[in-house]
């Protein structure tokens, strides 16, 4: 099965500044997931990618999946507050999700 | 809200007692999920539904029994827990082919098993 590694394993962060988070998968990405979870809550569907090379945004929020199709970064730009959570990254596999092990983020005001 | 609902949000029960989460989606998914969250773990995939029927149980204790009677509900029967079963218990749906959106997830259920 589809295995995920995310770094770091948690993040903590003065607001203002930027940060990336990487997932890195044993195999080729067909579908690449990122979720933002707080605590104790269910995930929210952040970006999907699926192109070598592709990027999309969404806020202060871009995501990109290398040519090669087998690691993707989270970067967010000026954090706030309301970026902390856990981001966790899901790939398909063989039509069922696999997730990493997930980010912790922390902005500290 | 996501478009799936969980209940309880919270259930504290005791390892000889039988309980039941339930999930609910009226998104027209016609996929099901279950996961298991444990601290610094990985989302554990319990059990899987398509069109009603399970087609993946990964090697989940007996003590766990989903239950799919139709498309838009889902159920996790508990019964004789043990405490290394505490977790936050997420169900999920999609809809086969709209791969563009990913999973939709519920807000879970914290279980602890005292």
């Known amino acids: 099965s589809q295995e995920l590694e995310q770094s770091p394993q948690s993040l903590i962060v003065q607001e203002g500044k930027n940060l990336t988070i990487n997932c890195t998968s044993s195999?080729?990405?067909?579908?690449l997931y990122w979720y933002k979870q707080k605590y104790g809550e269910g995930l929210i569907f952040l970006m999907m990618l699926q192109k070598g090379g592709e990027e999309k945004s969404h806020e202060k929020i871009t995501a990109k999946l290398d040519e090669k199709k087998q690691q993707s970064s989270l970067h967010i730009t000026a954090s706030q507050p309301s970026h902390a959570g856990i981001y966790l990254c899901g790939a398909d596999d063989n039509n069922d999700m696999r997730f990493g092990a997930g980010t912790r983020l922390t902005v500290k005001p | 809200e996501t478009g799936v609902t969980q209940t309880p949000r919270h259930l504290v029960m005791g390892m000889t007692n039988k309980k039941s989460l339930k999930c609910e989606q009226h998104l027209g998914h016609n996929a099901m999920y279950w996961y298991k969250q444990s601290a610094k773990k990985p989302l554990e995939l319990m059990f899987v539904y398509s069109l009603e029927e399970r087609v993946e149980n990964n090697s989940v204790p007996s003590r766990f029994s989903p239950e799919c009677p139709n498309s838009s509900h889902l159920f996790l029967h508990l019964h004789t827990l043990q405490p290394e079963d505490s977790a936050l218990y997420l169900c999920a749906s999609s809809r086969p082919g709209q791969i563009l959106y990913g999973y939709t997830f519920g807000s879970g259920t914290r279980l602890t098993v005292v």
């Open positions: 195999k080729t990405l067909y579908g």
